[in-house]
């Protein structure tokens, strides 16, 4: 049974969802901030987090960015705001998807879903792609430059692989939003745009085996 933490100072909220996950087959933990969330984090595993920004104690922000440094686990946002500069932002700091308030609890399970799904389809692939120093791991999913291990966003990983699964092929913005963020994304173009710019960075020396294709999008140049 796959297990949620639920994260939010609103016990209503925190039972509504609860509710709805269990109906749909989660074991559900919950917390009151996200300081809470922290420490159960260090002590149990989860397959998923649903959490709140506006918390006391620790923000959703600043809990995500400290269970970053403890495990790998997707994590979707509630907000009471829906600005763009918000969910980029979240993005960057590792946030797998957003969900405003007030929201719809069945809309919630499926982008649950959504993401347990895409990352379970990446886990699948079994390939290591090296290239001189670079070495991308799929089933681990991590990468290395010379040895060392590369810090990504989880969404870093999510675009990285997907690019490199398509390696050569001339993907548009529209393609990468649907299949890397999902078709119900509320997003526009400059998310695609900001993720590339920030696994650019990621991949230091190998950052021109990301090409952008002028009036079109990106793709991942073939490796010899």
Known sequence: MPKM????????????????????????????DGMDAVEKI?????????????MPKLDGYSACKEIRKLKE???????????EYDKLFGFEIGVD??????????????????????????????????????????TAREVTIDGERVSMTPKEYDLLFYLVKNMNI????EKLLEEVWGFDFYGDDRTVDTHIKMLR????????????????????????
């Open 97 to 138: 998807d957003y969900v405003v308030k007030p929201f719809s609890p069945k809309e919630l399970m499926a982008r649950v879903r959504a993401v347990m799904n895409r990352i379970k389809s990446a886990q699948k692939t079994e390939d290591v792609i090296t290239y001189k120093g670079l070495c991308i791991n799929f």
């Open 170 to 173: 001339a993907l548009s913005r």
């Open 73 to 83: 686990i997707p994590v979707i946002m509630l907000s009471a705001r829906g600005e």
């Open 5 to 32: 933490l639920v994260v939010d100072d609103e016990p209503r909220i925190r039972e509504i969802i609860r509710e709805y996950a269990e109906f749909n087959g989660f074991e559900v933990v919950q917390a009151e």
């Open 42 to 54: 260090k002590k149990e595993d989860f397959d998923i987090i649903i959490m709140d920004i506006m």
């Open 201 to 224: 960075n990621s991949l230091g020396p190998y950052r021109n085996l990301i090409v952008t294709l002028r009036g079109m999008g990106y793709k991942f140049e073939k490796i010899q």
